[in-house]
């Protein structure tokens, strides 16, 4: 009997592809750049499962042009770009990966918080253009990070993780706003307090958002929120793109309504709105919170366990809707 065949859609390490080659046909894809829908359509024909990643789109009118899909697999926790629904709908299994990038991922988020306040871009450009021409008291003099109040915008995993690192290694009051308030018993050891959006805006020093990204929370930060906050804070970005109305951040950085903003995503990425650029005091990175080898592996890793299970009669460890294996 012939084998199910499955795309993967994403270049990635050669031997976690191996590890389907001994129960699927496999077809990869072997560049960087992203299948256009077109082409992911076409190749998806007669595939019973695709690894994904964030880059790719899945949509009732992809589900509709590939009948024989029976199970989704991104790479990242993300699924912003997956119409789950649409997918239950037609019993097609999806799964995401959670957990195994939550550490790396707010040591990221940590690390461009600290680079933002601490304006670490903006002066080695100014240090490669040779503009240094002695020590100065006020030389790029940004703002602390210890002690200082931590605003965390989305208490999940990541945010919970980047809230530990503040109270536990730099002695910050952690702030906190989410939908639904952590039980006490978990807000303790992270020594975090929830409040309302605005009073997390106009208090936090520094504001981390780590909200996933879907229509309630597009722009949940936009030109009211931002003109709340104190000239002196900075926002840094690690959830997606279009959480944050960039437009309305240029303006208000430029405004010296808040002091600084590190971003790791975009509304349109990879295009970055020109006016961020323009932006000397913005710390910009090309959606890396994730990227360590070990990190990036283990994602690898975890989406091949899924599209494994789904398609062998096991139990995906991460299904986004399990229920469809049921039916
Ligand atoms: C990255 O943004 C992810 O969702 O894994």
Not at 258 to 270: Q, T
Not at 303 to 315: E, P
């Amino acid at each position: 009997m012939s084998k199910p065949q499955v795309l993967v859609a994403v270049k990635t390490f050669s031997d976690v592809v191996d590890r389907l080659r001994p129960h699927f046909d496999v077809e990869t894809h072997d560049t960087d750049q992203p299948l256009s829908q077109e082409e992911l359509i076409r190749r998806l024909q007669g595939k019973a499962g695709v690894y994904i990643s964030g880059s790719n789109k899945i949509d009732a009118a992809l589900l509709a042009a590939c009948p024989d899909l029976r199970a989704i697999c991104t790479m990242a926790v993300g699924y912003n770009n997956i119409d789950v629904p649409a997918c239950t709908a037609r019993s097609v299994l999806v799964s995401n990966a959670p957990d195994v990038l939550t550490e790396t991922t707010a040591d990221f988020g940590f690390a461009l918080m600290m680079a933002t306040a601490r304006r670490i871009t903006e002066s080695e450009q100014f240090l490669r253009r040779g503009e240094w021409k002695h020590w100065s008291v006020t030389l790029f003099a940004g703002a602390d990070i210890h002690g200082a109040t931590l605003g965390v915008l989305g208490m999940g995993r990541i945010g919970a993780a980047i809230a530990r690192r503040g109270h536990l290694g730099f002695g910050m009051p952690v702030l906190y706003h989410n939908r639904s308030r952590l039980p006490a018993a978990q807000e303790a050891p992270l020594g975090a307090q929830w409040v309302e959006k605005d009073e997390l805006l106009r208090r936090a020093d520094h504001l981390v958002i780590v909200v996933p990204y879907s229509p309630s929370s597009h722009h949940m930060v936009a030109e009211r929120e931002l003109a709340l906050m104190k000239p002196t804070a900075t926002l840094t970005n690690i959830a997606r793109g279009g959480v944050v109305d960039d437009a309305a951040l240029a303006r208000a950085l430029q405004a010296g309504q808040l002091a600084a903003a590190g971003l790791d995503v975009f509304e349109g990425e990879p295009q970055v709105h020109p006016a961020l650029l323009a932006c000397s005091n913005v710390v910009l990175t090309p959606h890396i919170a994730s990227a360590t080898v070990a990190t990036r592996r283990a994602m690898s890793h975890l989406a091949v366990d899924n599209l494994i299970a789904a398609l062998t009669g096991g139990t995906p460890p991460t299904a986004l809707n399990p229920e469809v294996l049921k039916s």
